[in-house]
């Protein structure tokens, strides 16, 4: 808990690459479906990552395809408006609809005007 008397499951470490000497970037993907981008930050180095979704069919799809390749990811079935995480248990949240909704052609661009 803040001091604004928030909840947050970020910390304020800083980190500048995907591995630190100290402990690996933890990194939460809210609602993420069954996109690439987990499997692309895996990938280039950034191997604590955890998916949360509200889809069992989407975690289970992602189990498959990735249990194999990418043995340090975790996937869960949970919905976002009520996660079971501890504060300070990532460090960053990468909120894939935000950035789905800033490369869409047709919107990413007004969109990033506003930013």
Known sequence: MHSSGTRTGLSS???CS???QIQPLR???PGCG???LSEHL???GFKAITNID???IAISDMLCRNACQRPGMKWQVMDITTMQFED???DVVVDKGGL???MEPEFGPKMAINI
């Open 27 to 29: 990194i939460l993907v």
């Open 42 to 44: 895996y990938d280039v």
């Open 13 to 15: 470490k800083p980190h």
């Open 34 to 36: 069954t996109s690439h």
């Open 88 to 90: 300070e248990s990532f």
């Open 18 to 20: 995907p591995t630190s």
């Open 100 to 102: 789905d909704a800033l």
């Open 54 to 56: 509200l889809s069992e």
